[in-house]
């Protein structure tokens, strides 16, 4: 992969949001390291399309003409791009200024209306509760320093009902010694922020929050781990 994460791909690309609540210095630093690797990252191919398609084709039965959904960690939009048509609207955020530069190009250059792109990040942007259909979080969980903070953000932006959709690069069973040498290439400015979980502590810290597991996929042993998770009535 471009910056050297074996695993850590997504179908539609490299993961691209990482944060840590409160340090605005490391935001900073988030955006410029992922602003480097933006153009590079819009030109990437979809790694494993067959893997992609079943998560568009999954993620769209749960779409309705009126659903309002949110994804965090939107790179340079391309997802949310393909499900516009299927929803009401998308909120699209990310770290990267340079990401979203692109992606409201993609916008424009597609006739797409009803996606609106910001930069922030999931736990601080103003949201009243129960307020999304869906929360895409792609490629992303693995990049947070409190996944379980985020997760749990995301069940209150959710309606009853709702839905967290999520793709996430699951290392600690099969690459758990990438856990220990991460640290160094993040301090050198190489490597991201990077979570290494096993895909039980994940369905574990989902389950937790309250949601309700009801699609788990993973298309071969090393893949990202895709889930759907609703929240209950």
Same mark, same amino acid.
């Given at each position: 992969?471009?910056?050297?994460?074996?695993?850590?791909?997504?179908?539609?690309?490299?993961?691209?949001?990482?944060?840590?609540?409160?340090?605005?210095?490391?935001?900073?630093?988030?955006?410029?390291?992922?602003?480097? @690797?933006?153009?590079?990252?819009?030109? *990437?191919? $979809?790694?494993?399309? !067959?893997?992609?398609?079943?998560? /568009? =084709?999954?993620? %769209?039965?749960?779409?309705?003409?009126?659903?309002?959904?949110?994804?965090?960690?939107?790179?340079?939009?391309?997802?949310? @791009?393909?499900?516009?048509?299927?929803? *009401?609207? $998308?909120?699209?955020? !990310?770290?990267?200024?340079?990401? /979203? =530069?692109?992606? %409201?190009?993609?916008?424009?250059?597609?006739?797409?209306?009803?996606?609106?792109?910001?930069?922030?990040?999931?736990?601080?942007?103003?949201?009243?509760?129960?307020?999304?259909?869906?929360?895409?979080?792609?490629?992303?969980?693995?990049? /947070?320093?409190?996944?379980?903070?985020?997760?749990?953000?995301?069940?209150?932006?959710?309606?009853?009902?709702?839905?967290?959709?999520?793709?996430?690069?699951?290392?600690?069973?099969?690459?758990?010694?990438?856990?220990?040498?991460?640290?160094?290439?993040?301090? /050198?400015?190489?490597?991201?922020?990077?979570?290494?979980?096993?895909?039980?502590?994940?369905?574990?810290?989902?389950?937790?929050?309250?949601?309700?597991?009801?699609?788990?996929?993973?298309?071969?042993?090393?893949?990202?781990?895709?889930?759907?998770?609703?929240?209950?009535?």
């Amino acid at each position: 992969s471009p910056a050297g994460q074996p695993g850590l791909r997504e179908p539609h690309g490299l993961p691209i949001f990482t944060f840590q609540p409160g340090k605005g210095a490391h935001m900073a630093d988030t955006s410029r390291f992922w602003d480097r @690797l933006a153009d590079r990252y819009a030109a *990437q191919p $979809i790694a494993d399309e !067959d893997a992609y398609q079943h998560k /568009l =084709e999954v993620t %769209r039965s749960h779409f309705t003409p009126q659903s309002r959904v949110l994804e965090f960690g939107c790179g340079t939009g391309s997802t949310a @791009l393909l499900h516009a048509p299927s929803v *009401q609207h $998308i909120h699209a955020i !990310d770290f990267s200024a340079r990401m /979203l =530069e692109k992606a %409201r190009q993609r916008a424009a250059d597609a006739g797409v209306d009803n996606v609106t792109f910001e930069q922030g990040d999931i736990t601080s942007i103003a949201v009243e509760p129960g307020r999304y259909d869906m929360v895409l979080g792609l490629s992303i969980l693995h990049l /947070l320093k409190d996944r379980q903070a985020v997760i749990a953000r995301v069940y209150d932006m959710l309606k009853p009902g709702g839905r967290f959709v999520s793709s996430t690069a699951c290392l600690g069973d099969s690459m758990k010694w990438f856990g220990y040498i991460a640290p160094l290439g993040r301090a /050198l400015g190489l490597l991201p922020m990077l979570n290494v979980m096993t895909p039980d502590q994940l369905r574990a810290d989902l389950i937790k929050i309250g949601l309700v597991i009801e699609h788990d996929w993973r298309p071969a042993p090393q893949a990202a781990l895709f889930l759907i998770a609703r929240k209950p009535d």
